[in-house]
């Protein structure tokens, strides 16, 4: 069965940085595009950042743009997000998400930005 495991949150302070990795697995992980999403407490979930297939092209939510980088290595169904000049109001659950036939989740891992 399709299994996202999100991890690499944490506590970092403002300015700091982190990377999210997404491990998949129980389908071909190279075959389908991935995003990363973030849902703040009392608010809706967004899509922060998506990714295609072959990593050719990448789209980015305006808020994280030059700060964020997507990439995944599909010989390792691996995604990743680099998060760097990481700001408060980056403090969210992240969650890693595909699309295979039906929509998949990831259990989300955590990321609080706080001096």
């Known amino acids: 069965q399709v299994q996202l495991v999100e991890s690499g949150g944490g506590l970092v302070q403002p300015g700091g940085s982190l990377r999210l990795s997404c491990a998949a697995s129980g389908f071909t992980f190279s075959w389908y595009r991935m995003r990363w999403y973030r849902q703040a407490q009392g608010k809706e979930r967004e899509l922060v950042a998506g990714?295609?297939?072959?990593?050719?092209?990448?789209n980015y939510a305006d808020s994280v743009k030059g700060r964020f980088t997507i990439s995944r290595d599909n010989a390792k169904n691996t995604g990743y997000l680099q998060m760097n000049n990481l700001k408060p109001e980056d403090t969210a659950v992240y969650y890693c998400?595909?699309?295979?036939?039906?929509?998949?989740w990831g259990q989300g891992t955590q990321v609080t930005v706080s001096s």
């Open positions: 998400n595909v699309e295979v036939g039906l929509s998949y």
């Open positions: 990714i295609s297939s072959t990593g050719g092209y990448t």
